[in-house]
């Protein structure tokens, strides 16, 4: 069972290592859950930008196949 734990936690800190080193676009109304998101994305180390309302393409920055986050608006 060690080994199982040790696993998991090197596949988490290579999870936040990639995390860190990624571009996000969030799609999301501008209001204090797109705050929120966005506040816990940059606290572990993502870039990221905000849109509202949705485009068609991703901005130049992102278009390198990092992740995009698409939040229901109203």
Not at 22 to 33: A, N
Not at 34 to 59: D, F, H, K, M, Y
């Amino acid at each position: 069972m060690a080994n199982k734990g040790a696993t998991g936690s090197r596949s988490t800190l290579e999870l936040f290592r990639q995390l860190r080193q990624s571009r996000m676009t969030i799609f999301h109304p501008r209001d204090e859950k797109c705050s929120t998101l966005i506040q816990q994305l940059q606290r572990i180390g993502c870039q990221t930008v905000s849109l509202w309302p949705p485009t068609a393409e991703l901005p130049e920055k992102n278009r390198s196949g990092d992740f995009s986050v698409e939040c229901g608006g109203q």
